[in-house]
């Protein structure tokens, strides 16, 4: 089954306490992009990658960091996380260079306390 | 100004009605132009897309472009309550690999 799946769905955790969300997709896309959601603001880019090592930022990048090794892998880090960045994150990915459909995964809600 | 501007809603029309979403963007640039929906809870998915003047019709849902006024607008046919959703506009300006929503129209279809 073609899907991008995340990890964890859900996180708890503490400021300053580093942690990782893993994207990962199975149909060979080249695109893949980091979102956050936050409720009256809809769907922000975080940063996004048009291939393997290949990374660009959106429009919210600041206190986040990607990596793309791989082409089915992309996570997303918060080296130093604050509350500010408690959000729902998508993560998402498409063929050619993310103008046609993005296949987002199932999102990850994260508090920060 | 904000890139992508939609009106938040709440949109009602009751069952069989035409709903007309309108989304308007600030980058005249801006290439390619979609439509996602997103059921509470869940992930938003693409409903249709569009990367020229006029208009593109699937099933029920036609998208109109006009990029000398610098918006696109999502008319859905014969609403059906299962349509109840927010409804996102995404712009994408230029060939980047950059894409913009806006806040998302949540419309309510009433049986």
């Known amino acids: 089954e073609a899907q991008v799946t995340q990890n964890p769905r859900y996180l708890i955790t503490v400021t300053g306490k580093k942690l990782t969300v893993t994207c990962s997709q199975n149909?060979?896309?080249?695109?893949m992009s980091w979102y956050r959601q936050d409720p009256g603001l809809g769907l922000r880019q975080i940063y996004y990658s048009m291939n393997v090592e290949v990374t660009d930022k959106g429009d919210v990048p600041e206190g986040y960091k990607v990596s793309r090794k791989e082409k089915r892998n992309f996570p997303l880090i918060l080296e130093s996380p604050s509350p500010n960045q408690t959000s729902l994150y998508f993560c998402?990915?498409?063929?050619?260079?993310?103008?046609?459909?993005?296949?987002f995964g199932p999102g990850t809600r994260l508090t920060v306390t | 100004q904000k890139e992508v501007e939609q009106n938040s809603g709440p949109l009602s029309v009751p069952e069989g009605a035409i709903a007309s979403l309108n989304c308007t963007y600030s980058d005249r640039g801006s290439q390619s132009f979609f439509w996602y929906r997103q059921y509470s809870g869940k992930s938003p998915e693409l409903i249709m897309f569009?990367?020229?003047?006029g208009d593109k019709e699937d099933g029920r849902f036609t998208a109109q472009l006009n990029k000398a006024s610098q918006y696109v607008s999502l008319l859905i046919r014969d609403s059906q309550p299962s349509d109840s959703a927010t409804y996102l506009c995404a712009v994408r300006p230029g060939n980047t690999g950059k894409l913009i929503f806006g806040q998302g129209t949540t419309l309510q279809v009433k049986p």
């Open positions: 998402a990915s498409s063929s050619g260079s993310g103008g046609y459909e993005q296949y």
């Open positions: 149909m060979n896309h080249e695109y």
């Open positions: 569009i990367y020229s003047n």
